[in-house]
């Protein structure tokens, strides 16, 4: 494992027909051949790019651009470390 970041994942359900939201911690974590993440695999071939829009704070979407489209996570915290570390592995091809 070279570095890991964490996003919430939410999670809606109606429950005495009031909505409840609950949000859930995981991680995205990249490792010299893929990223994984609590439901997904990529291999680093198929990652395109890494790009983080900040949208108050810290807080914001931290978006995967892979060959099989665009994945989308919302994070507390800056990614700029995995997004670093991402650059470096591709850099070196």
Do not use: W
């Not at 108050?56 to 995995?82: C, E, I, Q, W």
Request: negative net charge; charged residues 25%; glycine residues 6%.
């Amino acid at each position: 494992m070279l570095c890991s970041h964490g996003y919430l994942k939410v999670n809606r359900r109606i429950e005495d027909n009031e909505q409840i939201y609950e949000e859930d911690e995981q991680f995205i974590t990249m490792y010299h051949d893929r990223i994984t993440t609590a439901s997904d695999v990529f291999h680093l071939r198929d990652v395109l790019d890494i790009t983080f829009k900040n949208m108050s704070g810290m807080k914001g979407f931290l978006y995967l651009h892979t060959t099989s489209g665009v994945y989308s996570f919302f994070t507390h915290a800056n990614p700029d470390r995995l997004i670093k570390v991402y650059k470096e592995i591709k850099q070196r091809g």
